[in-house]
């Protein structure tokens, strides 16, 4: 046998070798505890065992001769453990959620795109070459979609048009929310709108309050300025609203509006909003109720939220401001892949401890005082998060994005799925593309119950947040006609994303 071969043989061997060694570890680490306690479970059972009637009836008589103390004893643990249930979290679950799916006169394509740029007439000839560039690499479909306005030749951004697009995103994932859930609006206690970039006067949330006649004492919070991980904190904040408000619905919008923020100036930093976000939007229905576990879909299990504000770097590397011209626009910093990346490691050491097993928490703390206390030149331990959940919804920002947390949390093609197809069908739809992930996971019929979700998105800040659903029941596609924006074309996917997708060129 040759040297290549002998080695190739031994490397296989290797892999076998951890390949059972780590199931195995976990495996004995998760049983521990059954492990440890089955020395005492049988000594009890053999002492039980062994009981005559005559050690009942003087177990009997002890227990009469110290009524007093028993009776004592059972009303303070009464007590306790009456004061721990009424001291305990509510329970929130998710009913139902509704992904907007704009009509076919939206729908932008890469060429299309490109000449709405071109006949604007605001880029240079080399801001269109780049902006050509990102989106033959953007990882983006034929098939996203803009709003009229940005469609219409010439462009015409206005409030009325800003207004309409936000009426059409928000109302259409309501009334598909509502009819699939059944809940009349006037019995939502609490509603919360986020949008980063739109924030007309009266606010969105006073435009769902007025479309839908909610009652008079809703409780309705708007959102702004917060980036895409607004959706996970409107998510937190109705989760902490239903610790309050008894017996509620909880109404969560989550979008962002492109009319008015579509940028007209030839700086690059602000040039790729343009190339990435596309129209979309989702509304969640949450509820405190005991008797709706039983329809509901999931589960809100965790919120963890991460805040990097306090640093400079962070907090300016995603900043709306005036280019030189004067033009509004939104500049990314050559930063963010780094700031993302910084923001996601206090995240997950937040949530590992909440989600992971005993045996994952065992080895990354090992590895931890290996590198801190000892000073050993050690790689850290990466959590498999894997092993906590199922599923995985990352915010589909974009193609970068997604390959460096698919490269930090060590994924399978298959966990990457759910978001890297949303970013090809949909865009990045903000805030809302957490939705179309989980709606696309729910299509394919993957879902059972017990399974856990992991929602992670990056939002300006800079923040990192996470919600850990899960599932009450399995999700059968037949049943998610209307509110899923997948179900007519999910035999499609998932499809081949080129690394380079050109622009075909209009003819002249």
Avoid at 140 to 156: I, K
Avoid at 270 to 299: E, P, V
Avoid at 329 to 356: F, R
Wanted: aromatic letters at 8%; hydrophobic letters at 40%; a positive charge.
């Amino acid at each position: 046998m040759s040297a290549a071969a002998q080695e190739t043989t031994a490397g296989g061997g290797d892999g076998k070798r951890q390949g059972y060694l780590k199931p195995g570890y976990h495996m004995v680490v998760s049983n521990a505890v059954y492990v440890l306690l089955a020395p005492f479970a049988a000594a009890l059972a053999l002492r039980a065992s062994r009981l005559t009637p005559s050690d009942l009836a003087a177990a009997r008589a002890h227990l009469l001769a110290n009524l007093q103390l028993a009776v004592s004893l059972v009303g303070v643990a009464t007590a306790l453990a009456t004061a721990y249930l009424a001291r305990r979290p509510r329970a929130v679950y998710l009913l139902d959620f509704a992904c907007y799916k704009p009509g076919p006169d939206h729908v932008v394509t890469r060429e299309t795109f490109m000449r709405q740029s071109s006949e604007a007439g605001a880029f240079t000839d080399d801001n269109l070459a780049f902006q050509r560039k990102i989106l033959e690499r953007s990882g983006l479909g034929q098939g996203t979609y803009f709003p009229a306005a940005v469609l219409n030749s010439p462009p015409n951004p206005c409030m009325a048009e800003a207004r309409r697009e936000a009426e059409a995103v928000m109302f259409g994932a309501i009334d598909s929310l509502l009819a699939k859930t059944g809940v009349p609006a006037r019995d939502i206690g609490v509603v919360v709108v986020n949008c980063s970039l739109f924030n007309p006067t009266p606010s969105l949330s006073a435009m769902v309050v007025n479309h839908y006649k909610l009652r008079g004492n809703v409780a309705s919070y708007n959102l702004g300025g917060m980036g895409c991980s607004a959706g996970l904190i409107s998510i937190d904040l109705a989760k902490q609203l239903l610790q309050v408000h008894r017996n509620s619905y909880a109404l969560v919008v989550s979008m962002e509006n492109i009319t008015l923020n579509w940028y007209w100036g030839n700086d690059r930093s602000m040039l790729m909003s343009n190339c990435l976000f596309r129209m979309g939007g989702a509304a969640i229905l949450l509820s405190n109720r005991a008797a709706d576990k039983r329809r509901s879909k999931y589960q809100l299990m965790h919120t963890v939220r991460t805040h990097h504000g306090a640093d400079d770097r962070a907090y300016r590397c995603v900043f709306q401001e005036e280019d030189k011209a004067g033009r509004v626009g939104v500049a990314l910093s050559k930063d963010l892949m780094a700031v993302a990346g910084e923001a996601l490691k206090t995240n997950i050491t937040t949530l590992g401890p909440l989600v992971l097993p005993m045996s994952e928490q065992i080895l990354f703390l090992s590895s931890l005082i290996g590198k801190k206390i000892f000073g050993l030149k050690m790689k850290p331990y990466i959590p498999d998060f894997k092993m906590a959940f199922e599923h995985f919804c990352i915010h589909a920002g974009g193609r970068a994005v997604l390959d460096t947390i698919e490269k930090s949390l060590e994924l399978s093609e298959w966990h990457m799925e759910p978001s890297r197809m949303t970013l090809n069908r949909w865009g990045n739809t903000s805030s809302s593309s957490l939705w179309y992930e989980l709606a696309y996971t729910e299509a394919k019929g993957r879902v059972r119950r017990g399974h856990r979700a992991w929602q992670i998105a990056f939002g300006s800040g800079f923040k990192c947040n996470s919600a850990v659903w899960r599932a009450l029941k399995d999700i059968h596609p037949s049943k998610e006609a209307g509110s899923n924006p997948w179900i007519e074309e999910i035999h499609r996917f998932p499809v081949e994303v080129p690394k380079v997708e050109s622009v075909v060129s209009s003819p002249c």
